[in-house]
């Protein structure tokens, strides 16, 4: 077992980063995922319901937001990067407000097709000042149909050629079935085009010989059915995961504890976090994975771009909701870090 502990400032230096930054602008990125809708309602409490021993929100405003494999794009444009999205979404005035929030930030939608049977996926928020006090979901999640499935995959085969990277965003609310994921990993090795994975619970062994497979330990856990406290169980998780599906890289996320790269030697590199501030983690994993994504379309290394993902992530872990990390985000952290490191 060979452990390496990089430092924070490996190939961190402003005028690098700023030379990766330009790369970007020549990226385009396929996202095939779960595209959801953010709904925030802002305002805040006085006072106990009387009805309830629950808090009364007074709600000042509301305000919606890119989510779920939606937000994995956001974070993309918001690099300069382009980016198509290939989803489902509803038949309803959420589907409309979920384009027209993709129009803003000028990605192409023409992929995303409307499934009459289930509503856009909307999760709302009820936030009194910084603090979430509830959430409440409206979704379906049965797969789509095969008709839906012909229309994906017969408009990615036709663009793939335009793609120098591709994301599979699984938040388990239907689109990713066995079919789209095989034929979607077909295509990308057929075209030499990285293709990268945020898994969740169902198909999470689906995702065979991907260049990176990114859960959070939780993730492993549940689907491996242990607990994982130690290094040495962590190493045994690794090799059940190259066992099944043996993808190039594991890439484990662990919150606080930064993350972990194996390689298919099961080799261990150990990125700590660079998080300054935890205001609310929500989309840090979207965030993750859009930025080691683009940094591996780039031809950086995994190591390089597993550091720069980090800070990235770590940066909107310091925002509150769903917000997408900016070049001037990722900046800064490498800059503070460094401070912190030298001091």
């Known amino acids: 077992m060979l452990v390496l502990?990089?430092?924070?400032?490996?190939?961190?230096?402003?005028?690098?980063?700023?030379?990766?930054?330009?790369?970007?602008?020549?990226?385009?990125?396929?996202?095939?995922?779960?595209?959801?809708?953010?709904?925030?309602?802002?305002?805040?409490?006085?006072?106990?319901?009387?009805?309830?021993?629950?808090?009364?929100?007074?709600?000042?405003?509301?305000?919606?937001?890119?989510?779920?494999?939606?937000?994995?794009?956001?974070?993309?444009?918001?690099?300069?990067?382009?980016?198509?999205?290939?989803?489902?979404?509803?038949?309803?005035?959420?589907?409309?407000?979920?384009?027209?929030?993709?129009?803003?930030?000028?990605?192409?939608?023409?992929?995303?097709?409307?499934?009459?049977?289930?509503?856009?996926?909307?999760?709302?928020?009820?936030?009194?000042?910084?603090?979430?006090?509830?959430?409440?979901?409206?979704?379906?999640?049965?797969?789509?149909?095969?008709?839906?499935?012909?229309?994906?995959?017969?408009?990615?085969?036709?663009?793939?050629?335009?793609?120098?990277?591709?994301?599979?965003?699984?938040?388990?609310?239907?689109?990713?079935?066995?079919?789209?994921?095989?034929?979607?990993?077909?295509?990308?090795?057929?075209?030499?085009?990285?293709?990268?994975?945020?898994?969740?619970?169902?198909?999470?062994?689906?995702y065979k010989e991907v260049d990176v497979f990114k859960p959070n330990l939780n993730e492993l856990q549940k689907n491996l059915g242990i607990e994982i406290h130690t290094q040495e169980e962590l190493i045994e998780a690794a090799k059940v995961i190259f066992d099944r599906i043996n993808p190039k890289y594991l890439v484990v996320t662990r919150g606080e504890k930064g993350l972990i790269i194996y390689n298919r030697k099961l080799e261990e590199t150990i990125i700590p976090t660079f998080a300054r501030e935890v205001f609310d983690v929500s989309g840090a994993g979207d965030t993750m994975i859009s930025v080691l994504t683009l940094c591996l379309a780039c031809k950086c290394d995994i190591k390089e771009a597993a550091i720069i993902a980090n800070h990235a992530s770590g940066a909107v872990c310091g925002k509150i909701g769903i917000s997408p990390v900016t070049q001037k985000d990722i900046e800064y952290s490498i800059e503070y870090n460094k401070i912190m490191e030298e001091s």
């Open 5 to 206: 502990m990089v430092n924070i400032r490996y190939k961190g230096e402003k005028m690098e980063i700023k030379k990766l930054f330009e790369k970007f602008k020549n990226q385009k990125i396929a996202v095939i995922g779960d595209l959801m809708l953010d709904h925030y309602l802002w305002g805040y409490v006085e006072r106990i319901s009387p009805e309830a021993p629950v808090p009364v929100v007074d709600i000042k405003r509301e305000e919606y937001r890119l989510g779920g494999a939606a937000n994995v794009i956001s974070n993309i444009t918001s690099l300069e990067a382009k980016a198509d999205a290939f989803g489902i979404c509803g038949q309803d005035k959420y589907a409309e407000i979920l384009e027209n929030l993709l129009d803003q930030i000028y990605v192409n939608k023409k992929f995303v097709i409307a499934d009459y049977s289930r509503p856009t996926t909307l999760k709302s928020r009820i936030m009194a000042g910084h603090q979430q006090v509830a959430r409440c979901d409206f979704e379906k999640r049965h797969y789509l149909s095969e008709e839906l499935e012909n229309k994906i995959l017969e408009k990615l085969n036709e663009n793939i050629h335009t793609y120098s990277a591709i994301i599979l965003e699984d938040y388990n609310k239907g689109l990713m079935t066995e079919r789209i994921i095989s034929e979607t990993i077909k295509l990308a090795h057929k075209h030499n085009i990285p293709i990268t994975v945020d898994p969740k619970f169902i198909n999470f062994f689906s």
